[in-house]
């Protein structure tokens, strides 16, 4: 029997999507609004979820404590208040899309999680728009 727990979590970020290699006009044609020079800021949703059995010992699946302080230190502290361009180095040479950003979570969250369990997270970039990865 496998149940899955989800914790939600928040961080502002700016960024700018855009390829050196393209004209502005190029950039601003294909990225609109995020390919701003100066950058933007999102109001970014995270939903991580665990599945797995439950721990006949704890009733629990994973303990909510360990997945909060996982999410704190991997995601919270280097993504929070920053400029993911200038200051993430996972997106210095990698567009901080959302589904890029999607990506770069799961794989800094995914060695934490034992194998036993499967990991999804879902990154929303606004209300309407949000994208998920489970690897
Ligand atoms: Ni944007």
Same mark, same amino acid.
């Given at each position: 029997?496998?149940?899955?727990?989800?914790?939600?979590?928040?961080?502002?970020?700016?960024?700018?999507?855009?390829?050196?290699?393209?004209?502005?006009?190029?950039?601003?044609?294909?990225?609109?609004?995020?390919?701003?020079?100066?950058?933007?800021?999102?109001?970014?949703?995270?939903?991580?979820?665990?599945?797995?059995? @439950?721990?006949? /010992?704890?009733?629990?699946?994973? +303990?909510? =404590?360990? &997945?909060? *302080?996982? @999410?704190?230190? /991997?995601?919270?502290?280097?993504? +929070?208040? =920053?400029? &993911?361009? *200038?200051?993430?180095?996972?997106?210095?040479?990698?567009?901080?899309?959302?589904?890029?950003?999607?990506?770069?979570?799961?794989?800094?969250?995914?060695?934490?999680?034992?194998?036993?369990?499967?990991?999804?997270?879902?990154?929303?970039?606004?209300?309407?728009?949000?994208?998920?990865?489970?690897?």
């Amino acid at each position: 029997m496998k149940v899955t727990v989800s914790r939600k979590a928040h961080f502002n970020a700016a960024h700018r999507l855009f390829r050196p290699d393209w004209s502005d006009e190029k950039n601003a044609q294909v990225f609109g609004k995020c390919s701003n020079p100066n950058y933007h800021g999102h109001n970014y949703e995270l939903i991580v979820s665990v599945t797995g059995e @439950i721990d006949p /010992e704890t009733g629990f699946v994973i +303990d909510m =404590k360990d &997945l909060k *302080e996982l @999410i704190k230190t /991997e995601v919270d502290e280097p993504f +929070d208040h =920053k400029n &993911l361009n *200038e200051e993430v180095p996972e997106f210095k040479n990698l567009n901080p899309t959302a589904e890029n950003i999607a990506v770069v979570i799961f794989d800094k969250l995914r060695p934490h999680i034992t194998s036993a369990h499967e990991l999804s997270v879902t990154l929303y970039e606004t209300p309407r728009n949000f994208v998920s990865y489970s690897g």
